[in-house]
Structures are given as C-alpha cells and as structure tokens.
Antibody, heavy 119, light 107 residues
Framework: QVQLVQSGAEVKKPGASVKVSCKASGYTFISYQIHWVRQAPGQGLEWMGIINPSGGSTSYAQKFQGRVTMTRETPTSTVYMELSSLRSEDTAVYYC????????????WGQGTLVTVSS | DIQMTQSPSSLSASVGDRVTVTCRASQTISSSLNWYQHKPGKAPKLLIYATSSLRSGVPSRFSGSGSGTDFTLTISSLQPEDFATYCCQQSYSVPYTFGQGTKLEIK
C-alpha cells in the first residue's frame, strides 16, 4: 500500500539545522510530487514547499525561502527537508504529503516528525 | 496568498448529531477545496476533495458542498470515531493554504 515513513523526532538548539527524511513505498516514486507541511503547537497546518521527485525541481513558500532545502534520493525513494537557522518558532510537527497527480490534493501523509528547538 | 477561515474553531456535539463546518476563502477558488480529518499523533487523512468528491473508503455520512469562496463539510450522523479536528485546504493556487481547523469534541 502507499506509505510515507518519516524519520524520528529531533531536538535542536537555536541556530542549528535539521534534516527530516520521508521514505515512499507502494507506488512509483517519481510520478508524484511531495509537499512538506508543518503544524506548530496550537496552530493550523502550514505549507512549506514542494519537490518534484522526477527532476528534483522545488518551490518554497516565501516565508521559508533561504532557510529550507528539499532534495530527493531516487534510488531509495526518499525525499528530505532541511531547515536551517532554527528558532524556537520552528518547533512543530513536520509532515511530508503526496500530491494526487496535478491536483494539489494531499492523498497520503507521513506520520509526522516532531522537531523541538530549545536551548 | 489565499487566506482560509474556518468556523467554528471548536464544536461540541453528541453521537448521532448532524454537524456542519464552514470554510471561507479570501478570494474565489472555484471548487478547489479539500477537507482533512486530523487526530492527535496521527497523520491527517483526506476525506473530501474538489469540494464534494468523497474519497474512496470514506463513510457516506461525510459530505461537502460550496463553490467560489464559501464551503461546508457536513457529517450527517456523528459516530464516536469522528471526534477529531477537521481542516480545509485550498488547492487553487500555490502556496496551498489551510484553515485553522475545527476541533470536534464530545458533548
């Protein structure tokens, strides 16, 4: 079955970087774009950006431009989201989500990765 | 960016009740509106896409309607497993944006 499995929880200090992985299975990896969405405590879901696993092209929300990098590793069907210059406001659960082809609809989500930024 | 506003932010209801959640977009999004169910510690689940299309496997007590800027999610008869947070999302234009969520609690 279609599945996205994310890496485990992370605790980081302010100013550090974090890299979260999202391993896809059960479908053709390069055929579906992957988005990253986060949810800070008590807040709604926030879209961070998108990566096309086929060619590796990306598009990021303006809020995260310059701090976020999304990459993919085709042989392992894994996408990565790296966020740098972490601050306490980046404490959140980070999700990867698969987009149903060309619809903007997220039909499968990873289980989430809690990133805690604390000194 | 398109702003999505959900109401109410929380709702208390009983098993068997009919409930409606509203989502309003800051500009027209045609029918590009999707609904997700989110339970604590779990991944969000797609319920309805393109305003009113029920995802395969989702119970028929869930339905969606609307167009343009105003949309609704209706649960016709609440079941115990339906108590969760419901979130709308516009897929009309990037950046895709979400409503703040409606937490459905047991009365």
């Amino acid at each position: 079955q279609v599945q996205l499995v994310q890496s485990g929880a992370e605790v980081k200090k302010p100013g550090a970087s974090v890299k979260v992985s999202c391993k896809a299975s059960g479908y053709t990896f390069i055929s579906y774009q992957i988005h990253w969405v986060r949810q800070a405590p008590g807040q709604g879901l926030e879209w961070m950006g998108i990566i096309n696993p086929s060619g590796g092209s990306t598009s990021y929300a303006q809020k995260f431009q310059g701090r976020v990098t999304m990459t993919r590793e085709t042989p392992t069907s894994t996408v990565y989201m790296e966020l740098s210059s972490l601050r306490s406001e980046d404490t959140a659960v980070y999700y990867c989500a698969r987009e149903a082809v060309a619809t903007g609809v997220f039909d499968c989500w990873g289980q989430g990765t809690l990133v805690t930024v604390s000194s | 960016d398109i702003q999505m506003t959900q109401s109410p932010s929380s709702l208390s209801a009983s098993v068997g009740d009919r409930v409606t959640v509203t989502c309003r977009a800051s500009q027209t999004i045609s029918s590009s509106l999707n609904w997700y169910q989110h339970k604590p510690g779990k991944a969000p689940k797609l319920l309805i896409y393109a305003t009113s299309s029920l995802r395969s496997g989702v119970p028929s007590r869930f339905s969606g309607s609307g167009s343009g800027t105003d949309f609704t999610l209706t649960i016709s008869s609440l079941q115990p497993e339906d108590f969760a947070t419901y979130c709308c999302q516009q897929s009309y234009s990037v950046p895709y944006t979400f409503g703040q969520g409606t937490k459905l609690e047991i009365k």
